[in-house]
């Protein structure tokens, strides 16, 4: 079965630093998406991409952050200058399509703390 | 009121227990509702997709009240590997894109 995957499982970076989060999502899919969790805290939508643009962000997804497709199999998000409040799990997550019953399918996260 | 609220949890039940799970959301204008597992520090994984005619898959039966936007899970005769969170999300579908909106999740124990 297709999975969406994600490099690297763990990253421990120091404030201030730059990190780049990588996933492939599932080949056939169009709309891909990060959310993050806060250890103990539930999962919050950052970022919706498609077609090569940015469809929808959030409030947390500020001018720090960035997403970038380089090529036809990578998806990235971009930290530019980390806080300690960017400690989380961040999820990549693909879909088909996007009308109303389309589902989402989420990749093992990459935990990042940031010291 | 927040968008998606859930039963805090946890429940703790024997094997063999069924247990229902509950999740209201707030945007009557939501389209697509879901529920996800998610086991310690893991990803979400996709359970079932939630249907105004209700779904049933196996031991789990999902429904939806759209008139009081509520959404129900329910797991019959459970499984020690039942255990987990349950995360109720629903799709935000706005200007042709959609995100998903989660609740808090609700954590499940079977014990033997």
Same mark, same amino acid.
């Given at each position: 079965?297709?999975?969406?995957?994600?490099? %690297?499982? /763990?990253?421990?970076?120091?404030?201030?630093?730059?990190?780049? &989060?990588?996933?492939?999502?599932?080949?056939? /899919?169009?709309? !891909?998406?990060?959310?993050?969790?806060?250890?103990?805290?539930?999962?919050? !939508?950052?970022?919706?991409?498609?077609?090569?643009?940015?469809?929808?962000? *959030?409030?947390?997804?500020?001018?720090?952050?960035? @997403?970038?497709?380089?090529?036809?199999?990578?998806?990235?998000?971009?930290?530019? *200058?980390?806080?300690?409040?960017?400690?989380?799990?961040?999820?990549?997550?693909?879909?088909?399509?996007? +009308?109303?019953?389309? $589902?989402?399918?989420?990749?093992?996260? $990459?935990?990042? &703390?940031?010291? | 009121?927040?968008?998606?609220?859930?039963?805090?949890? %946890?429940?703790?039940?024997?094997?063999? +227990?069924?247990?229902?799970?509950?999740?209201?959301?707030?945007? *009557?204008?939501?389209?697509?509702?879901?529920?996800?597992?998610?086991?310690?520090?893991?990803?979400?994984?996709? &359970?079932?997709?939630?249907?105004?005619?209700?779904?049933?898959?196996?031991?789990?039966?999902?429904?939806?009240?759209?008139?009081?936007?509520?959404?129900?899970?329910?797991?019959?005769? *459970?499984?020690?590997?039942?255990?987990? $969170?349950?995360?109720?999300?629903?799709?935000?579908?706005?200007?042709?894109?959609?995100?998903?909106?989660?609740?808090?999740?609700?954590?499940?124990? @079977? /014990? %033997?």
């Amino acid at each position: 079965e297709p999975e969406v995957t994600q490099t %690297p499982s /763990h990253q421990v970076t120091q404030m201030g630093q730059e990190v780049i &989060l990588r996933c492939v999502p599932i080949s056939n /899919h169009l709309y !891909f998406y990060w959310y993050r969790q806060i250890l103990g805290q539930k999962v919050e !939508f950052l970022v919706s991409f498609y077609n090569n643009e940015i469809s929808e962000k *959030s409030e947390i997804f500020d001018d720090q952050f960035s @997403v970038e497709r380089p090529d036809g199999s990578n998806f990235t998000l971009k930290i530019r *200058s980390t806080k300690l409040e960017d400690s989380a799990m961040y999820f990549c997550a693909s879909s088909t399509r996007l +009308a109303g019953s389309e $589902t989402q399918y989420f990749g093992p996260g $990459t935990r990042l &703390l940031v010291l | 009121r927040k968008e998606v609220e859930q039963d805090p949890g %946890p429940f703790n039940v024997p094997e063999g +227990a069924t247990v229902a799970f509950n999740c209201t959301y707030s945007n *009557s204008a939501s389209q697509s509702f879901f529920w996800y597992r998610q086991d310690c520090r893991k990803e979400p994984k996709l &359970l079932m997709s939630v249907y105004s005619s209700g779904n049933e898959d196996g031991r789990f039966t999902a429904q939806l009240n759209r008139a009081s936007q509520y959404i129900s899970l329910l797991i019959r005769d *459970s499984k020690l590997s039942d255990s987990a $969170t349950y995360l109720c999300a629903v799709g935000a579908f706005s200007g042709g894109y959609n995100k998903l909106i989660f609740g808090a999740g609700t954590r499940l124990a @079977v /014990h %033997p």
